[in-house]
């Protein structure tokens, strides 16, 4: 059902056709209403990306966003805390996932600009996180309180960005490399 209604509720928050697009979803919570998170690909960008693969002697299953994967394994096997955030920040994006109780629950990827101070890209980084924690408020009927935030990739002077976001959002800032 979800696989036949989606392109209806998600065309409205669409930049271009939904003819044109590619989309999935993955259900994160089971109640009365089932709550999903979706993504929409152009077509066109996705072949792309599998003929790129391809070229190189490689035939994907799946394809996926950002640091999914990394995501994942730090839901169902790290020991992090009930609540935290995962950020994967990489030279011209970022990626955020809120994650509860070893699910995520929600993931957004922005732009962030490679060619930009170290402390313009923290100070984007923070504005979009607080724009990230307000959409979590405003997506589930449950107080999200992360206690720590995980980051990964190589966007970013980690150090400087560390101690400027442990003071502005007063969690604690940690590290990942898988």
Known sequence: KIRQVLPFEIEPTLPFPIEEVVMDFQPVRQADQTDIIACAIRSSDLTCIVDVLKSRDMDPQAVTTGGLPTALCLARFANISPQFIFMDIGRNCCT?????????????TFQINATSSSDHTTDIIIRQLVQFMAAFEAFYDFGFEPSTLCISGEGIDTDIFKQKLESFMRLTVRPVNI
């Open 96 to 108: 955020l996932f809120a994650i509860v109780s070893g699910q995520i629950h929600l993931v957004r």
